[in-house]
């Protein structure tokens, strides 16, 4: 099944639709003037499908549309693309939304949300395109490996104005940083050079090669070991005796002793379970912080305790006061009766020049000095109680961070006791490593026979993979299919009047270009001249790759675009209304003779490829408006005039 599309669908930023229809399987001509949006179609494919950013240009469309999106076929089912337009001043939005099904109707723009991530939609494409586990890794180890993608296969699905009349780039983005290496890698596994198995055979190889590699190693130790005075096992006992694995009293004189020795060591689980020493630093982590919890609290007594005395301060100073108001005011009860005017002395009736206070008066203000005496009196007693209670609470807080200080310092010693000891424990570890590999390796030493019979055996598997996996066996099959594409490329060489017309034509994927194989010699394509002959090079090698993609059922997209093709005969500045009566006989028979070629290949390869051109031109012939989608002049553009508005 190849992937073609259905529908391009343009959202405005208030919600309309715009929908262009593209028929699968067939041949889709869009014609109309410069600056109705043609070439913005490639910009929008591209970006649906998960570049990273947004190459429609700066204008009416960047400024009118909302969501860009996108209607695949694939087979019986479709899948719907849409994302989001980068706001005015950005290069990239994540949003994107995508659905799949049989057939889908083209959903509202309040439907639209993000319902997954560019890489996953780019994941999936590939999936359903075909695109299989493959790595491609480079003879030299100064480029990573490269897992060809959807991405790239998208490259050989496009054709945009730059690209078809360059000389130098036959590939779309081939200019580009990295692009041009990412294709050389890529194309051998797009045309199928590469066994979709490959993979697998190669990790199986890599496997074969460490199992090998560690056989090799065990007969190098096993063919190594201790001549007739054992020096190495020797040399173990001694370091087991340093590092107390065995007692300093063990003597062994003969081999068999020492090895007997050495394995004995290996069988002590007893050794190993010791080996993990417990970490008392947690121990000490909780001390400290039980440490600050008690320092925060003594801070929080001492803090009472000052305010406590501080009250306790003020409540005197207050008693002492009140007591001397309430000895002046005593002197009330002198007068004998209370019914005196305020004008005259209540004790010699002498008149007064200012008027006195009442003896109720006097009386009245005794008794509530009186009384709050008694209430600040009553809770003296109290708040010595209290700064009682909170001496004593501020003691046991210094008591206990006295003994906290103690297990502290305590827990430190035992701690460098500890790490002594799990240095010990890692030595004895290490020791115990090398006398164990020793004892495995003197184990193998009588069965080297063995050893040497797997080695054969495993070497016969690594070379058998090998071969499997022969780049110069690979390379014999893309050259196998780089000829049949070339022979394409001649067959289509003859429905157009090019330059070297009639020389074997070749694609050269070490350059990326096409080759023309002359009597004189190759000559390459950026050596040709003329824009007419770079055009036709382009459009026919894009048409050859395409069949061959289409014969194999590679997995690659189902359609080609070119975008101008005409260009080098009818340049827009010539454009009238899309007839090329006004061309010369030369140009119009080369214009009508590239347009024939790709509906004779549409029609060839039907309805496995689908091909869509936007051009200026517009051909009277019969076939040529049978595959006209759209014409965009008149005002008809790719946004509406109704948008703008």
């Known amino acids: 099944m190849s992937l073609q599309i259905a529908k391009l669908i343009l959202y405005s930023r208030r919600g309309e639709v715009r929908e262009v229809v593209f028929r699968p399987g067939a041949l889709n001509i869009l014609t109309g003037g410069s600056k109705t949006g043609k070439s913005a179609i490639i910009d929008i494919i591209d970006y649906c499908t998960g570049r990273s950013e ?13 969501w860009y999106a996108l209607l695949f076929q694939l087979g019986d089912g479709q899948i719907f693309i849409a994302r989001r337009n980068p706001d005015v001043g950005d290069r990239t939005n994540g949003d994107i939304y995508m659905d799949r099904g049989s057939n889908i109707e083209t959903p509202s723009e309040s439907a639209l949300f993000k319902n997954t991530t560019v890489g996953a939609v780019e994941k999936f494409l590939g999936a359903a395109i075909g695109i299989s586990e493959n790595e491609h890794r480079p003879p030299t180890p100064t480029r990573d490996p490269l897992e060809a993608n959807f991405r790239h296969a998208l490259l050989l699905s496009f054709q945009d104005q730059n690209d078809i009349d360059s000389k130098q780039r036959l590939f779309h983005r081939q200019g580009e940083d990295f692009v041009s290496q990412a294709i050389k890698d890529t194309l051998p596994y797009f045309l199928g050079a590469v066994d979709e198995d490959r993979l697998f055979k190669q990790s199986q190889l890599d496997q074969a090669k460490r199992e090998l590699r560690q056989l090799e190693r065990q007969l190098r130790d096993a063919d190594a070991l201790d001549s007739s005075t054992f020096p190495r096992a020797r040399a173990l006992v001694d370091e087991a005796k340093q590092v107390g694995l065995i007692d300093e009293r063990t003597v062994a004189l003969t081999y068999e002793a020492v090895l007997a020795v050495l394995q004995r060591v290996v069988r002590d689980t007893g050794v190993r379970d010791n080996f993990m020493v417990g970490d008392g630093e947690d121990v000490l982590a909780g001390l400290r912080a039980e440490r600050q919890g008690l320092r925060t609290e003594l801070e929080r ?11 306790t301060s003020e409540t005197s100073g207050y008693e002492r006061e009140a007591k001397e108001q309430r000895a002046r005011l ?19 009736e002498s008149e007064l020049p200012i008027p006195a206070p009442t003896v109720v008066q006097m009386q009245r203000s005794l008794q509530e000095l009186s009384d709050q005496l008694e209430a600040v009196e009553a809770e003296n007693p109290r708040l010595q109680l209290r700064l009682a209670s909170l001496n004593r609470e501020e003691a046991d807080i210094e008591e206990r961070l006295r003994e906290n200080q103690q297990q502290i310092a305590a827990r430190m010693r035992e701690n460098e006791i500890l790490r002594v000891q799990q240095d010990s424990f890692i030595l004895q570890a290490r020791t115990t490593g090398k006398i164990t590999q020793y004892v495995e390796t003197a184990s193998t030493a009588d069965t080297s026979s063995g050893l040497k019979s797997a080695i054969a055996a495993s070497r016969i598997r690594v070379a058998a993979l090998e071969r499997e996996l022969d780049a110069e066996a690979m390379k014999e099959k893309l050259d196998a299919f780089l000829n049949i594409i070339g022979r394409y490329m001649t067959q289509y060489s003859d429905d ?7 020389s074997q034509l070749r694609l050269d994927i070490r350059a990326l270009t096409v080759v023309a194989d002359t009597l004189d010699g190759p000559v390459p394509l950026f050596r040709m001249g003329s824009g007419e002959n770079w055009v036709g090079y382009h459009v026919l090698a894009h048409l050859a790759l395409h069949k061959w993609f289409r014969q194999k059922k590679r997995p690659v997209p189902g359609f080609i675009i070119f975008d101008q093709p005409s260009q080098a005969h009818y340049p827009p500045d010539r454009d009238a209304e899309g007839s090329i009566d006004g061309l010369s006989d030369e140009d119009q028979t080369a214009v009508l003779q590239l347009f024939k070629l790709a509906a004779d290949a549409a029609a060839e390869l039907a309805p496995e490829l689908q091909i869509i051109i936007m051009d200026h031109a517009d051909l009277k012939p019969e076939w040529f408006a049978t595959a006209v989608i759209e014409r965009w002049r008149k005002g008809e553009k790719l946004i509406p005039a109704s948008w703008l508005q």
């Open 496 to 502: 157009l009047e090019l330059e070297h017309r009639g």
């Open 301 to 311: 007594v001492n803090a009472e305790i000052r305010s406590t005395r501080t009250f």
């Open 330 to 348: 005593s002197s009330v009860g002198l007068i004998k009766h209370g019914d005196h005017d305020s004008a005259h002395c209540p004790l010699c």
């Open 54 to 66: 947004c190459n429609v240009a700066d204008g009416v469309i960047r400024k009118y549309v909302g």
